[in-house]
T-cell receptor, first 111, second 112 residues
Framework: QKEVEQNSGPLSVPEGAIASLNCTYS??????FFWYRQYSGKSPELIMF????GDKEDGRFTAQLNKASQYVSLLIRDSQPSDSATYLC???????????FGSGTKLNVKP | DVKVTQSSRYLVKRTGEKVFLECVQD?????MFWYRQDPGLGLRLIYF???????EKGDIPEGYSVSREKKERFSLILESASTNQTSMYLC???????????FGPGTRLTVT
């Protein structure tokens, strides 16, 4: 079983819609969760992290964590074509020296 | 501004060659990482280093070695390149007390 699993997509949403990206993890002891965005041909960049059950909001982005069900979600409100990218979910281990990454979900936002 | 650089964006090598991938960071970070990224498999950790001359194996170290002689530089070595090492290689760094890894632009290596 993979540590972190994501649907590879692509997920297509129209401009202005809410995009919902999901991630499940296998280790019930995981404490924090990270979302990276990776544009085509570019390197990943951190957009959000969450460590408490519930929601965390940052601008148009909301991360949701449900530890009981072992999933974490990223919602993007008012999606823009510039949000088109692959979104990677990651779970750290060993004092943030090991990150297990999901394979990523490709998001297409259509104008 | 945070900066991680990698020596090459694209590299083509032949099977059996020794390959060096270089990574330099200018943030005085203690921790440095090498990943490879393959379609459908995501990023997988090859090696990391938490201090000069210190290294730890990641999840897929076979066929690779690393060197960290200076704090700012972390090298990945493919002792004898093979076609299954064709991949995108990403270097990252992280400062102690922080959680964010900063990635370099990546090196796309093709082994023929």
């Amino acid at each position: 079983q993979k540590e972190v699993e994501q649907n590879s997509g692509p997920l297509s949403v129209p401009e202005g819609a809410i995009a919902s990206l999901n991630c499940t993890y296998s280790d019930r002891g995981s404490q924090s969760f990270f979302w990276y965005r990776q544009y085509s041909g570019k390197s990943p960049e951190l957009i959000m992290f969450i460590y408490s059950n519930g929601d965390k909001e940052d601008g148009r982005f909301t991360a949701q964590l449900n530890k009981a069900s072992q999933y974490v979600s990223l919602l993007i409100r008012d999606s823009q074509p510039s949000d088109s990218a692959t979104y990677l979910c990651a779970v750290p281990r060993y004092n943030f020296n090991k990150f297990y990454f999901g394979s990523g979900t490709k998001l297409n936002v259509k104008p | 501004d945070v900066k991680v650089t990698q020596s090459s964006r694209y590299l083509v090598k032949r099977t059996g060659e020794k390959v060096f991938l270089e990574c330099v960071q200018d943030m005085d970070h203690e921790n440095m990482f090498w990943y490879r990224q393959d379609p459908g498999l995501g990023l997988r950790l090859i090696y990391f280093s938490y201090d000069v001359k210190m290294k730890e194996k990641g999840d897929i170290p076979e066929g690779y070695s690393v060197s960290r002689e200076k704090k700012e530089r972390f090298s990945l070595i493919l002792e004898s390149a093979s076609t299954n090492q064709t991949s995108m290689y990403l270097c990252a760094s992280r400062g102690d007390g922080g959680y964010e890894q900063y990635f370099g632009p990546g090196t796309r290596l093709t082994v023929t």
